[in-house]
């Protein structure tokens, strides 16, 4: 099955140099991406925090929710910021996400579809099990799309490729999902009414004067 | 001519073991240099801001081991700045715990009767308070209510929190920036620089060597102050004693690194890890139970849609922290806020049909995310961590620029440490799903691994040199004028917050660090007040001070 099939496939030269990369601290430069990098980056985003399509013609974002995911939220800009640590091997990121896509399509066929990459040809039920395998424990490369599920992830709950406050003002939509509270004028949070203000449960009956347990 | 920079005590770290030690060493007469890997902030500098690159990214670390990732500090005051201020003392029982080695883990020396003074003296350097139910957040009233509902006890939690200047923000990971949070940048470290002790950010220690006359070399990089990946420069500073409180994930690694330089390390170094057997559990409220069933009212007809506001954990539910039950069946719960991305990614779906984690039901979790509410269990776990061979530098190697990073340690839960969270979450699960409240899954473990913030014993105290890599008054065996005093240091998980225990441990660690500094000339005395003055926990430690300083 297509678990073993992934097992034995070896993506040893794109681990290596994600790893000297940031072992040696490279400088970040930013690749430009092609359509199909950052089409293949943004469903997997879509798989981790799915959002509505974005037109008719969307085939990154496999549409399986209404209202906006993780591409909606930022997903790419946040996955291109220096700061992840991943923007300068998103297009290995891709290759290899594709490339699993290829053995996952050869292992469990599924219509032909060469106008897209091979993990955007693979349909929301499909990409999921594949991440599923990706990130499972033991996977060899589990590091690396944990990685980019945690930003993915980030740029829905967190936008942490924008100001938090400049994000809420500007109706960021993940923020907006979880009814992230906006700050107060000074673009800092406060909340004078924080508490029901009455004892709510006995206190241990072992408790000492400060405040522990004898 | 000898060109090295020297000084009498170098301090690896500026936490709580770092910090604590520092003041005290300073105001003692010693020449102190304090090396913190992290950049150093200061109250304008913490933000409320989730921006990669902010307060939040630059002074918290996020360490990914293999079955267990570590979240601490890394700034100046470590642990501190980012922590949650819960200040429990540790349960009398947990002294008495055999743990892994079948007999007791703990010296002799030190029982809860013991620490009491030392935990007072901490308690009043700080300071840390009681809390009213005035000062409890919804979150921590709900949890209280649903702990009551259940038939069980709940308390109001001791922190280092000045309740008067509290915004309940909830930005305590990013630094408070409302100087409420009573962190070692408010006491302790600032007085030891008023006593002369020097305080470098950004310098990461990787190793020491030994010079000829028994003191020891301190090899360290500097760091870049934007890309922690980089190191911009290194350097040696000569010191008679070293003080190693980089924090149960860092202290280990710089003495493996240090083996082939030093000579054997005690086997303890780099064993025995505790992730203080760690847990959370998310619920999702039902809010109309809340209000039938608790009678929870904030006004306008709503219950609690309240998990953005407060402080951290405010309210511990300690009915199970019984002594007469067996180990790893004793546990605390505490109601506790994580921010998004930390705090949702690991929760789980009640009952998911697809993956538990990420997808199209946790999405719509997620849109509930007012109305959650995290427990943070503690349970006695079996010190299962260990460190494989060091990274090149550091103690992990960096991923992101801040933040993220792969680790050494290693981590397999025993069927003991299982135990107690199959247990302690069936308690969670009871108290908060009971008559409909919510729905209740623990944060899945299979993402990163188990996870604490509160990283310890790595590099343990005990009686036994087998099993204990420092004696009961923290030099490390076999190496002389080396001691630890972080959370390293704590012998096992403590089934309660571990700052308080990790600050009394420092607290009662000086006097005999003092004695070994003047063994080796330097002129320092000890007997330094609280930070501000205080002296009324003096009398309290007084009779120990003969065994702490015995020949």
Redesign the interface.
Do not use: E
């Given at each position: 099955m297509y678990g073993e099939a992934l097992s034995m496939a070896s993506h040893c030269r794109f681990h290596d140099t994600?790893?000297r990369r940031?072992?040696e601290?490279m400088p970040s430069i930013q690749p430009l991406l092609n359509q199909d990098i950052i089409g293949t980056l943004e469903a997997f985003a879509d798989?981790?925090?799915?959002g509505a399509k974005r037109n008719a013609e969307d085939r990154a974002v496999a549409g399986?929710?209404q209202g906006p995911?993780a591409v909606a939220a930022g997903a790419l800009e946040?996955l291109q910021?220096?700061?992840?640590?991943?923007s300068d091997s998103l297009e290995e990121f891709a290759d290899a996400l594709n490339g699993h896509a290829r053995l996952y399509a050869a292992a469990e066929p599924a219509d032909a579809d060469s106008a897209v990459p091979p993990f955007v040809a693979l349909s929301y039920t499909e990409r999921?099990r594949l991440?599923?395998v990706l990130?499972?424990?033991g996977h060899p490369e589990r590091?690396l799309w944990?990685?980019l599920?945690?930003f993915s992830?980030?740029a829905?709950?967190?936008?942490?490729?924008?100001?938090?406050?400049d994000?809420i003002a500007a109706g960021h939509p993940g923020?907006a999902?979880?009814?992230?509270?906006p700050?107060s004028d000074d673009?800092?949070?406060?909340?004078?009414?924080?508490?029901?203000?009455?004892?709510?449960?006995?206190?241990?009956?072992d408790?000492t004067?400060?405040?522990?347990?004898? | 001519m000898n060109a090295t920079e020297q000084t009498d005590v170098l301090i690896v770290g500026s936490g709580f073991g770092g910090a604590i030690t520092a003041y005290h060493l300073a105001a003692g007469g010693a020449k102190v240099t304090v090396l913190e890997r992290g950049p150093w902030l200061e109250s304008n500098d913490f933000e409320h801001d989730f921006l990669l690159g902010s307060s939040y990214t630059r002074i918290f670390d996020f360490t990914v081991g293999d079955g267990m990732s570590l979240l601490g500090g890394n700034c100046v005051g470590g642990g501190s700045v980012v922590y949650f201020a819960a200040m429990p003392r540790a349960p009398r029982f947990v002294f008495d715990r055999t743990g892994s080695i079948g007999r007791r883990m703990w010296p002799a020396a030190i029982s809860r009767d013991t620490l009491d003074p030392w935990y007072d003296v901490v308690s009043e350097a700080l300071p840390v308070t009681t809390q009213s139910w005035d000062d409890v957040s919804y979150a921590g009233g709900l949890f209280a209510a649903a702990c009551d509902h259940a038939g069980r006890t709940a308390n109001p939690v001791p922190t280092a929190v000045d309740n008067s200047k509290c915004t309940n923000c909830n930005w305590m990971m990013a630094g408070c920036r409302f100087d409420a949070k009573r962190s070692l940048l408010l006491n302790y470290l600032p007085a030891a620089r008023a006593h002369g002790a020097e305080v470098r950010p950004l310098h990461e220690v990787q190793k020491l060597t030994r010079t000829d006359d028994g003191g020891y070399r301190v090899h360290y990089n500097t760091i870049d102050d934007t890309d922690y990946r980089l190191a911009n420069g290194s350097g040696v500073i000569e010191a008679k004693i070293v003080i190693l409180a980089a924090g149960a994930g860092a202290t280990p690694v710089i003495l493996q690194r240090s083996a082939a330089d030093l000579g054997g390390m005690p086997h303890a170094v780099g064993r025995y890890f505790s992730g203080n057997g760690e847990r959370l559990n998310n619920a999702v409220i039902n809010e109309e139970r809340a209000r039938d069933l608790l009678g929870l009212d904030r006004g306008d007809d709503i219950a609690y849609l309240a998990n953005q506001i407060g402080k951290g954990p405010v309210v511990a539910s300690w009915d199970n922290l019984d002594g007469t039950l067996p180990e790893h069946s004793r546990f605390s719960l505490e109601q506790l806020y994580f921010p998004p991305g930390f705090g949702t990614i690991l929760a789980q779906v009640p009952d998911a049909q697809g993956p538990s984690w990420f997808g199209a039901e946790k999405t719509e979790m997620v849109r509930r995310w007012r109305s959650w509410l995290t427990i943070f269990t503690m349970v006695e776990d079996d010190n299962e961590g260990v460190f494989g061979p060091p990274p090149p530098t550091g103690n992990a190697v960096r991923i992101s620029q801040q933040m993220l990073g792969r680790g050494p340690i290693s981590y397999r839960p025993t069927a003991n440490t299982l135990r107690g969270w199959d247990e302690s979450d069936a308690v969670v699960k009871d108290i908060l799903e009971r008559d409909g409240l919510a729905r209740v899954t623990p944060w899945t473990n299979d993402v990163v691994g188990a996870y604490t913030v509160h990283p310890l014993a790595s590099c343990r105290i005990g009686d036994d040199p087998h099993t204990s890599a420092l004696d009961d008054r923290h030099e490390l065996r076999g190496h002389p004028g080396i001691f630890v005093t972080d959370g390293s240091a704590v012998p096992g998980a403590l089934t309660v917050n571990p700052a308080l225990t990790i600050s009394a441990l420092a607290e009662r660690a000086i006097p005999g660090i003092v004695q070994a500094a003047r063994e080796r000339g330097v002129d320092v005395s000890y007997g330094a007040p609280t930070p501000d003055g205080g002296t009324a926990g003096r009398a309290g430690v007084r009779p120990q001070l003969p065994l702490l300083t015995r020949k």
């Open positions: 994600l790893v940031n072992g601290g798989t981790i925090v799915p399986v929710v995911g946040l910021t220096p700061a992840t640590g991943l999921t991440v599923t990130t499972a424990p590091d944990v990685s599920a945690l992830n980030m829905f709950d967190t936008g942490a490729h924008l100001h938090t406050a994000a923020l999902a979880l009814g992230f509270a700050p673009g800092q949070w406060r909340f004078p009414d924080f508490s029901y203000g009455r004892p709510l449960a006995r206190l241990h009956p408790t004067p400060s405040g522990s347990l004898a | -």
